[in-house]
């Protein structure tokens, strides 16, 4: 049996039939259930969560692109999903008509899936990024496309500033 520990083992030691099935999970304390969606599986699937529970992902076109890796924490990511107008329009009427302003919350998870047996490799996902707000939303006719980031985690600001007044030395640097 092929056993995948995280994202790492999958790209560098996992057999060619291992491929990684990503999913999106969208919630907001409104919707009665969150939105499922799996990218790479036509038929649906049902996963196991990191708590244990097994849900049923649907199936849906998705697009995920992963932000730029950066040193201050911040992880974003760029989803198209393929809905031609059906699945989240009605779901943010009801965010608006309730004059809410939470984000609808976004988890990213990714799994092990062989599909040579059609059998995950490992029950549970291997990457995850969770705690992401919807904050930014653009729609047409085929698609919605919407980014997900943390909060900004380093807007504190530390250290000392410097100016004129206190270090008359640094006007040369200028």
Same mark, same amino acid.
Request: aromatic residues 6%; charged residues 25%.
């Given at each position: 049996m092929v056993t995948i520990d995280d994202i790492k083992d999958l790209h560098l030691d996992s057999s060619p039939s291992i491929a990684l099935l990503e999913t999106l999970e969208v919630s907001h304390s409104l919707w009665?259930?969150?939105?499922?969606?799996?990218t790479n599986h036509a038929d649906g699937v049902d996963a196991m969560l990191e708590t244990?529970?097994?849900?049923?992902?649907?199936f849906a076109p998705l697009i995920i692109n992963k932000g730029m890796t950066s040193d201050?924490? *911040?992880? $974003?990511?760029?989803? @198209?999903?393929?809905?031609l107008g059906e699945i989240v329009? +009605?779901?943010?009427?009801?965010?608006?008509?309730?004059?809410?302003?939470?984000?609808p919350q976004v988890t990213y998870r990714a799994?092990?899936?062989?599909?040579?047996s059609m059998t995950f490799a490992k029950d549970k996902p291997i990457d995850i990024i969770k705690g992401l707000n919807i904050e930014q939303m653009s729609r047409d006719h085929q698609a919605t496309t919407f980014d997900a980031k943390?909060? *900004?985690? $380093?807007?504190?600001? @530390?250290g000392r500033p410097y100016s004129l007044d206190e270090y +008359?030395?640094?006007k040369g640097l200028l």
């Amino acid at each position: 049996m092929v056993t995948i520990d995280d994202i790492k083992d999958l790209h560098l030691d996992s057999s060619p039939s291992i491929a990684l099935l990503e999913t999106l999970e969208v919630s907001h304390s409104l919707w009665s259930e969150p939105i499922r969606i799996v990218t790479n599986h036509a038929d649906g699937v049902d996963a196991m969560l990191e708590t244990g529970e097994v849900v049923s992902f649907e199936f849906a076109p998705l697009i995920i692109n992963k932000g730029m890796t950066s040193d201050d924490l *911040d992880q $974003n990511l760029n989803i @198209t999903l393929g809905d031609l107008g059906e699945i989240v329009p +009605p779901l943010i009427k009801q965010i608006r008509d309730a004059a809410s302003d939470e984000f609808p919350q976004v988890t990213y998870r990714a799994y092990a899936f062989n599909t040579a047996s059609m059998t995950f490799a490992k029950d549970k996902p291997i990457d995850i990024i969770k705690g992401l707000n919807i904050e930014q939303m653009s729609r047409d006719h085929q698609a919605t496309t919407f980014d997900a980031k943390t909060s *900004d985690k $380093n807007t504190v600001k @530390t250290g000392r500033p410097y100016s004129l007044d206190e270090y +008359p030395d640094l006007k040369g640097l200028l």
